[in-house]
């Protein structure tokens, strides 16, 4: 099992998941699309068919890339930009309880 606070970020790779931590990569004998199911949506994102990303972790973005905070740049497809911004936001809005 694994706190998803310690998720990076998660890259599809044919029926497998790696799933990016801190300090290691572990891989998931199961495709992206279960092990994003399981998942919290407040804090996972798709931004392209290969790669979901964990909004805790972003450092930086501009329309092309994400800069994570382990120094990783992922490329945001132009089909999910529009829908990431958004959901960036949102997600750095503050919370009112």
Do not use: G, W
């Amino acid at each position: 099992y694994l706190n998803t606070s310690e998720i990076i970020y998660l890259e599809a790779s044919d029926k497998h998941c790696f799933i990016h931590l801190e300090n290691k990569v572990i891989e998931y004998n199961k495709t992206m699309a279960k092990v994003v199911d399981t998942l919290p949506d407040r804090y996972f994102i798709k931004i392209n068919r290969a790669f979901v990303i964990n909004l805790n972790y972003i450092s930086k973005y501009n329309n092309e890339f994400v800069s994570l905070s382990d120094n990783t740049e992922l490329h945001i497809s132009r089909n999910y930009l529009k829908y990431f911004k958004q959901e960036f936001i949102n997600f750095t809005k503050p919370r009112i309880p």
